[in-house]
């Protein structure tokens, strides 16, 4: 299991904002401290404004700014706005296309798996990554 570069994106953004969330950052200087390309960065930041997560203003003084405090936003946010529903295997769903999802014997596992992820995305904030960094232990 990896980690999207969409998503490893769109939380090293968000880092980087909760740093100073009374901020507007423009996407130059969010693409040029994070080293993430501008183009790529305007479809992840898409995504976050339409998803709730930023507000964006155009014009001279616009930019993106955190919609919530970063101790609100949680990563379970985050990713789903990035990845969607949170899913280990696509046969999770009872109407799921596989035809041993009554007697399977993974199942257990997998939604053990799911539940832990779910757990520790929605108990870990942007603000607790913030201090992670700012603790010493960057990216």
């Not at 880092?15 to 950052?25: D, R, T, V, Y």
């Not at 200087?29 to 976050?48: C, D, F, G, W």
């Not at 706005?81 to 009872?94: H, L, N, S, T």
């Not at 832990?116 to 992670?132: A, F, G, K, P, Y």
Request: glycine share 8%.
């Amino acid at each position: 299991m990896q980690v999207s570069r969409t998503l490893d994106y769109a939380v090293r953004c968000l880092i980087h904002m909760g740093s100073a969330p009374e901020l507007k950052f423009s996407m130059k200087q969010i693409s040029e401290t994070q080293h993430i390309p501008q183009n790529y960065l305007a479809k992840v930041m898409r995504r976050l404004v339409n998803r709730g997560i930023l507000r964006s203003k155009v014009g001279p003084e616009g930019g993106y700014m955190l919609r919530k405090s970063p101790s609100e936003l949680t990563l379970r946010e985050v990713y789903e706005a990035i990845e969607g529903e949170i899913r280990i295997v696509d046969c999770m769903d009872e109407d799921g296309p596989c035809a041993l999802y009554e007697n399977c014997g993974q199942l257990p596992l997998w939604d053990k798996l799911k539940v832990s992820m779910i757990r520790i995305l929605e108990n870990t904030t942007i603000r607790d990554m913030v201090d992670e960094t700012q603790g010493g232990r960057s990216h």
